[in-house]
């Protein structure tokens, strides 16, 4: 035996990688598990580019999100299928603002989105945000493709729209983006809707909501006191609470004669507009005393 073979018979001999199907010593064979998703991303936002300044680390603090550029309808149902949703518990989108100047059917459109949302993580929250303004469209016609969309999304499960009555064209710089102030209001009504918050009252501030709370308490209490019996008028009480008593009229004086024979004022014309005869004098008449 040369040297050669013996340092290669003295060698301890490497076996290759296990495979996938790795034989064990009692010859049966199992498959070595797959490795885990790192996917741990929680929220996805699906946005236009009206989404560029918005920092998901301040939007959902304490939250693993993530933004995906979605500038049409068309591009988010790419991103929709393309992008690993494993784990996702909120799926956020905004588009079609850009698809106003070409696209005729945005309503059905953003209903595909939605029902591919929700086949691609069925167990996610989608939130279907509404169109913005554009200062080169009609609000008046924005306003209805919008109530269109919610029509045509109503009814999916887990689908849920995020409405901007308060976003204007006056929050725009230009003639498509918002500008801080409208940022503001857009990121509040996504993550209201998103996480279920003030949906019994959009766009009420608290003023209002302790106006109208206020005011119910008064009709349940009017409802409550009708309905134990009292009339209307019991309920106001003595119209004196109300009125100020009006002053006495102003008569003759009882030791006024009713009646005179004098003779009528020089200056009597019965013609004249206006004038008061003076009353006739009494009925001349038999005395009490005279016999009939």
Known sequence: MSATQTSSASRPQISPPLSPLDTTDLGTQKRRPEPASHNNTEIIFLCDSNGKYINMKR????????????????????????????????????????????????????????????SVAPTARVTISTLLPR???????INK?????????????????????????????????????????????????????????????????SNHRNLHRRLQHTRGTTNNGRSFS?????????????????????????????????DYNPTAPHYILPPLPPLQGPSPITPL
């Open 135 to 141: 200062r080169d469209v009609p609000q008046h016609e």
């Open 145 to 209: 493709i919008n109530a269109e969309i919610s029509k045509a999304c109503t009814g999916i499960p887990n689908v849920h729209m995020a409405h901007h009555a308060e976003i204007l064209c006056q929050h725009l710089y230009d003639s498509l983006h918002l500008n801080q102030s409208g940022v503001r209001l857009f990121i509040k009504d996504i993550k209201d809707t998103a996480l279920d918050r003030n949906r019994s009252a959009p766009h009420i501030t608290n003023k209002s909501t």
């Open 234 to 266: 019991q309920r106001l009480g003595p119209a004196s609470r109300y009125y100020a008593p009006a002053a006495p009229l102003q008569g003759p004086s009882p030791n006024t004669p009713l009646y005179t024979s004098a003779p009528p004022p020089q």
């Open 59 to 118: 939007l959902f603090p304490g939250r693993r999100s993530k933004m995906i550029w979605s500038p049409t309808i068309s591009e988010a149902i790419k991103k929709l299928a393309t992008t690993d949703l494993q784990g996702v518990k909120h799926i956020l989108i905004h588009t079609g603002t850009n698809d106003l100047t070409h696209n005729k059917n945005i309503p059905q459109s953003l209903r595909q989105v939605a029902e591919r949302a929700t």
